[in-house]
């Protein structure tokens, strides 16, 4: 099965609310990335952690290795936001990076 | 911020074709990686590289080929093209040392009819 579990696959949130999105490892991950595609298919890096947290703006990540599952909180979602967000585990072994899934992001007035 | 350039942006092929993907790294990363990414899946790993000369096998090499002629480019052939390769591709660098994030390119867009 895939060793990153990501969720929601879809959410829709109105401007000015927050949400958290969500990866658990069905195996001990060396440290996550965060990105998110816009709306021109462009990777974004939002974050990388090895533990943790770590904030920047209105997006707050936190990564636990021994509990095997990082988050990412954003607040106060704008129209900006809205784009495909998704996680990737970076393995012990070779340091390769195993996407999630992918969360669909929808930001409404 | 590393810098990643993927050519062409867009491609169109026909099935059997011969088609070369470029990307170039400007910050003296020594990894190099190629991904394909289609409609609700995430980036699933194709092939890599430590450094000029070297290749590694990702996760889903088949129908691929790739080449790391310098420490800034890395190819990916797709030398009989078929249409389950259409897909978007990026490729990522990572510097020296193990723990380090990948910084991604623009991404190229293929089409094969």
């Known amino acids: 099965g895939d060793q990153v579990e990501q969720s929601p696959s879809a959410l829709s949130l109105h401007e000015g609310t927050g949400s958290a999105l969500r990866c658990n490892f069905t195996?001990?991950?060396?440290?996550v990335q965060w990105f998110r595609k816009n709306s021109r298919g462009s990777l974004i890096n939002l974050f990388y952690l090895a533990s943790g947290t770590k904030e920047n703006g209105r997006l707050k990540s936190a990564f636990d290795s021994k509990e095997r599952y990082s988050t990412l909180h954003i607040r106060d979602a704008q129209l900006e936001d809205s784009g495909t967000y998704f996680c990737?585990?970076?393995?012990?072994?070779?340091?390769?990076?195993?996407f999630g899934q992918g969360t669909k992001l929808s930001i409404k007035p | 911020e590393a810098a990643v350039t993927q050519s062409p942006r867009n491609k169109v092929t026909v099935t059997g074709g011969n088609v070369t993907l470029s990307c170039r790294q400007t910050n003296s990363h020594n990894y190099m990686y190629w991904y394909r990414q289609d409609t609700g899946h995430g980036l699933r790993l194709i092939h890599y590289s430590y450094g000029a000369g070297n290749l590694q096998i990702g996760d889903v090499p088949d129908g691929y080929k790739a080449t790391r002629t310098t420490q800034e480019d890395f190819f990916l052939l797709l030398e009989l093209a078929s249409p389950s390769q259409t897909s978007l591709y990026f490729c990522?660098?990572?510097?020296?040392?193990?723990?380090?994030?990948?910084?991604f390119g623009p991404g190229t867009r293929l089409t094969v009819l």
């Open positions: 990737a585990a970076e393995d012990y072994n070779q340091g390769k990076l195993i």
């Open positions: 990522a660098s990572k510097g020296l040392g193990v723990s380090y994030e990948q910084y």
């Open positions: 195996t001990t991950m060396r440290a």
